[in-house]
């Protein structure tokens, strides 16, 4: 379009989709990339260094989901076949720089935590490289994580399939020491069951970076505005497929939150509430 053919500016919007596949028995093997990413004589990434409920941490990997052309290739594989996903999205992409933004960071169940203490307004770093499984490796040891490179399904799968290198003996570094500027983070949590008050989780097969996490946010965000404790009668959510074929009636709400089992399943879980 007229408008990438810019110098400027390339607002993806008006950008033509080309299909990238990937020719192995893997999940989201086959989606749509952005011209100019694959056709640009360098793509620099700029990432926004965050923990995140749903993949652990979010950075120069993670990036690519807004290569995506809408909402819908976006929840596409966004259970625990996410990482998957961002590997294949950063491989087709083929970045050859990246500048991590982690001077306002963000840790614990990132990036919509509404607890105040979660959002890291003075981290004042930047680090960068060319290898993006080896800056977000670097970013755990920024976050002051055990064996960092490890914490991350992402990055350990990204250097399994060969984006780069996930070990810190093989990171050569340059500016100030790691030790001078890195600081404990927080880690995400998606448990749900005996968390809050008021509150019957039951459990089916239930995704960790599926429902468990959709479910931990807005929990979080009750809990954090008083709501939970407000509750004149409990609240049931049933999350992920349900294996139960006896449950007796409850009190107060219920909700079902999930869409992996079948109509008539859900139908008899809207039946409990009374």
Known sequence: SD??????????????FDMYKIDRPISFNEFPVPRPVREADCYIGLPKMKVHVHTTFTGAMKLQFGNLPNYDWMVRCHRDDIYQKIVNLTRAANPKWFVMDSLYACQGNGPFSPYSEDLIKDFNTICGGPDPVAVDTICEALMDWDYPGTNVPSTVLGAAEGLGTNRMDEIELAGAPLDKVKRRFKRQNTILQGQYPNV?????????????????????QLQAD??????????????????????????????????????????ELQSLRH
């Open 3 to 16: 408008v990438c053919s810019s110098d400027l500016l390339c607002p993806f919007e008006h950008a033509e």
């Open 226 to 267: 008083g709501t939970l404790e407000r509750l004149e009668k409990p609240l049931t959510i049933f999350t992920g497929l349900q294996f139960e074929q006896h449950i007796n009636k409850v009190e107060g709400d219920v909700l079902i939150v999930g869409d992996c089992r079948s109509e008539e399943h859900t139908s």
């Open 200 to 220: 019957n989780l039951v459990m089916g097969s239930t995704c960790e970076a599926g429902c468990k996490a959709i479910v931990r946010i807005q929990l979080d």
